[in-house]
């Protein structure tokens, strides 16, 4: 007889079993490492978003929805899927397919529910890469140099405008320098557990951060001296009341004023009393004399203050703003041309197969070059 699973599903039919016994029937390591990542990435967005954990409740509108899932995340500038690889033949779709293909050989379910048209339609085309963004190291510099010199100008400045000054220095050279997701950095309103990077999670004195990674797990990620020094200077303006304060809170004042008024309420604040006290002082001033944390900037707060800064800089790469996350392309593409390994942990991707993917157009153009220099000599 068959062992039952505590959720109620057999061995035989149980989702997580049968990723096991695919992996254990591929030969291949990376192959093997590779379907690892997609499939278990595949079954948490099952559990977590269409409570199937058992093959027999899996249904081809749980796999259209995930592929439309994919499409979410490559539309997602603050994402690294790329079209490329989520489209119908694209490795995370065909990883999938072909699990539920072999499952089906295997005798485990009686079809393959990632086979209709529905679902392949679903998925979001690839007609190249054209469109995603890598700062170039010249507007990168350009972009910097412009919030380093108003960091300084405003050092003549009111308090506020001294903050504000300062926080978008730290957050240009957080984008630049770093490698990290603008979904590590700041708020993500779909995401509880995203409320951005705390200075809790923040050593300056090692030079390392701990954000919370694509992985859903905190990674450290380097600060060098450029970032520790904004980030230094930064928070001895902002001077934030405890630990749990974000790096980067918002500066929207209803957001603000709601905060206050919330933390107050939780502190066995009256409605009169703090009707009052929101009247005399600001909202920030409140938050810091009482130590309640503001909310974080969130992602969509961070794209317009970077199309601000753009404009305000005259800084843009073929016209367009530059994007959060193509801070972190940029990067890897300056690093990948040096050492793919590095730009493979500075990244943080799961495999060098995944860097190498990310940055194939410059590979190629790579390869052209030595192969020149080779029918040369």
């Known amino acids: 007889m068959t062992a039952a699973d505590p959720r109620g599903s057999t061995a035989e039919t149980d989702l997580q079993a049968a990723i096991e016994a695919r992996l254990a029937s591929l030969d291949s390591g990376n192959y093997r490492a590779n379907n690892r990542l997609v499939l278990d990435a595949f079954a948490e967005y099952l559990e977590d978003h269409r409570d199937v954990t058992a093959l027999e409740d899996l249904e081809v509108i749980d796999c259209r929805r995930y592929a439309q899932h994919l499409r979410e995340r490559v539309h997602d500038d603050g994402d690294d899927l ?52 890598f700062w170039s190291a010249e507007a990168r510099e350009a972009l910097l140099n412009f919030v380093g010199e108003r960091a300084h100008a405003a050092l003549d400045e009111s308090a506020d405008a001294r ?20 979904a590590e950095l700041f708020a993500d309103p779909r995401d509880e557990h995203r409320n951005g990077l705390r200075w809790e999670h923040v050593n300056l004195e090692r030079g390392i951060a701990d954000v919370f990674g694509k992985t859903r797990k905190r990674q450290p990620i380097p600060l060098t001296d450029r970032v520790v020094e904004s980030l230094e200077r930064y928070r001895t303006v902002l001077d934030p009341a405890t630990q749990d304060w974000p790096v980067f809170p918002t500066r929207h004042h209803a957001s603000l004023a709601k905060a206050a008024k919330k933390g107050l309420e939780a502190q066995g604040w009256n409605a009169d009393d703090i009707e009052a006290t929101l009247a005399v002082s600001t909202s920030m001033e409140i938050l810091r004399e009482h130590g309640i944390a503001p909310p974080a900037l969130s992602k969509n707060g961070a794209r317009s203050l970077m199309k601000r800064l753009c404009d305000a800089g005259d800084v843009d790469i073929d016209g ?54 080779a029918l040369d000599e």
Request: glycine letters at 8%; a negative charge.
């Open 320 to 373: 367009e703003y530059l994007k959060p996350h193509g801070g972190r392309r940029g990067l890897g593409s300056d690093l990948y041309a040096q050492d793919a390994e590095l730009a493979q942990e500075l990244l943080r991707h799961e495999s060098i197969e995944t860097t190498h993917e990310s940055y194939r157009e410059q590979n190629v153009i790579e390869r052209r070059e030595r192969l020149e220099r």
């Open 163 to 182: 903050e504000r000054a300062f926080r978008d220095r730290a957050i240009v050279t957080m984008l630049a320098l770093t490698g990290a997701r603008g």
């Open 82 to 133: 790329s079209a490329a690889s989520a489209h119908a033949n694209g490795p995370y779709f065909t990883i999938v397919r072909a699990f539920l293909g072999w499952c089906v050989d295997d005798e485990r379910i009686e079809s393959n529910p990632a086979r209709p048209n529905r679902v392949k339609e679903a998925l979001p085309e690839h007609h190249g890469d054209h469109d995603r963004q």
